[in-house]
């Protein structure tokens, strides 16, 4: 079998598992322990009856797979696509499990999904959808549970619905059964931000430790979206020369920069950077492959693969997207000395500011944006350091290292607390 047929077949679950599996054996885990780790807590499969606006009855399949609860409430995203499948939100929930473990707060990884096409559907199908969904798993939900977050298709008003079913049911307003809620219900300052601030935050990190300035570091972002664009502007704006930015219809190139302020004026009006005149129109496979320091995708995943892998010429890869590279190009950056910061490390920002919000809920007392900003370097520095320290000691790239750290602090608690029989 080829190497890309072996990676076009790997599902999530068997990507993160291939991972999984190279990190347990270099921690030289006990194979009862690792497959236990490995595998879920719980999976939950509904069927939601829905009554659509044309009067007629549509049943829709939701999931909600909980990984590990050994260090805390399970938390993750609830995503909505036609296209998701239990396997899916399978691995999604182990990634979890294993991102709030490096960044060292108190969660376990879940993932929900439901199969639907948010697209041909009205506001009123959507709410009717959520709230039910809701309901069918209230029993496994909570603030002390499982405490879901928007994903794909999913958002502020979908976690205000989820939120107002689960009081309506424990006759309380209770905000920390959801994060992601619009700021006048218990969301957070500083959220929008949050991811694309962490993966500065871990650039900034790999640069002091290359020695480099940021005025001589270029930076290409694809995706130019939530992650990308804040990235972008955050990364622009504390000196990094961005040079080039993709979306899905374009991309732009400046090797003298691109003025990623005028850019971003120029997406709020036109929806993509295509047509931008501050740079010259490129390829959006092609701008992967130009020379830089730093490449950061943050659109979607396996966009790096073994057939372009080889042609990566950027120093250092920060992965703000999940799961951007595939298990087989991995070890081709790896032998090609390419610094990957992995997506468990570097857009933890992300669960982050879920797990802020929490907290904040939970105060019932809310912080200012500093106080926030503030904390999230704190989590992102400590991570960066916990999983090169880890790499260098096991003498590991830093994807692997990510995941022992992960395992290792998950193994410890469960090994703490034993096995309740
Ligand atoms: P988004 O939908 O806001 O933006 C996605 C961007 O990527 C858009 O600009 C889109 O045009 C572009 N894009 C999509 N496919 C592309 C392709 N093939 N080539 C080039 N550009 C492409 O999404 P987002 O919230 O910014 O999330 C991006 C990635 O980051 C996803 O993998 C997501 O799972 C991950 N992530 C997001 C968060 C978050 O806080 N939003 C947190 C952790 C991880």
């Known amino acids: 079998m080829s190497i890309e047929k072996k990676e076009n077949e790997l599902s999530v679950y068997e990507s993160m598992a291939a991972r999984y599996d190279v990190a347990a054996r270099k921690l030289g885990l006990d194979e009862g322990l690792s497959t236990y780790l490995r595998t879920p807590n719980r999976e939950i499969i509904v069927h939601i009856p829905v009554d659509m606006d044309d009067g007629t009855m549509k049943v829709f399949d939701g999931f909600r797979v909980q990984h590990s609860i050994a260090r805390g409430p399970c938390k993750g995203g609830l995503r909505y ?154 990364m622009y704006e504390s000196g990094y020369k961005i040079i080039g930015v993709a979306d899905i219809s374009g991309a732009v190139f400046n090797s003298s920069g ?70 087989p190009a991995d070890d081709i950056l790896f032998e090609r000395g390419v610094f990957v910061i992995p997506d ?13 919000e929490w907290v904040q809920d939970r105060q019932g007392y809310f912080w200012t944006e500093a106080v926030f900003n503030e904390r999230l370097k704190q989590i992102m520095v400590s991570a960066f350091d916990g999983v090169v320290a880890f790499g260098e000691k096991h003498k590991v790239n830093n994807r692997i290292a990510a995941y022992m750290l992960a395992i290792d602090r998950v193994a410890f608690c469960l090994k703490l607390r034993g096995i309740y029989a």
């Not at 182990?94 to 108190?106: D, S």
């Not at 957070?188 to 990190?205: F, K, Q, V, Y």
């Not at 468990?344 to 802020?356: D, K, R, T």
Request: glycine share 10%; with cysteine.
């Open 81 to 234: 696509a036609p296209n998701v499948t239990l396997d899916e939100i399978r691995g999604l929930a182990a990634e979890m499990t294993w991102k709030c473990a490096v960044a060292n707060i108190p969660f376990g990884g879940a993932k929900g999904g439901i199969i639907c096409d948010p697209s041909k559907l009205s506001n009123g199908e959507l709410e009717r959808i959520t709230r039910r969904y809701t309901a069918e798993i209230l029993d496994y939900i909570g603030p002390d549970r499982d405490v879901p977050a928007p994903d794909m298709n999913t958002n502020e008003q979908t976690m205000a619905w989820i939120m107002d079913t689960y009081s309506m049911h424990t006759r309380h307003t209770e905000t920390a059964c959801v994060t992601g809620k619009p700021l006048d219900l218990g969301g957070s300052l500083g959220r929008r931000e949050a991811t694309g601030r962490g993966c500065m935050i871990t650039a900034d990190e790999a640069l002091k430790r290359f020695g480099w300035k940021k005025e001589s570091t270029r930076v290409i972002v694809q995706g130019f979206g939530n992650v990308g664009s804040q990235a972008a502007r955050l």
């Open 258 to 327: 691109v003025d990623i302020a005028r850019l971003v004026e120029y997406v709020e009006k036109h929806k993509t950077v295509q047509g931008f005149d501050g740079g010259e129109s490129i390829g959006v496979q092609e701008i992967l492959e130009q020379e830089c320091e730093i490449l950061l995708p943050a659109a979607t995943e396996s966009v790096i693969t073994s057939k372009n892998a080889h042609k990566v010429r950027a120093k250092i890869l920060v992965e703000g997207a999940n799961s951007p590279t595939t298990p």
């Open 344 to 356: 468990i490390l570097a857009n933890a920002g992300g669960v982050s500011v879920s797990y802020f």
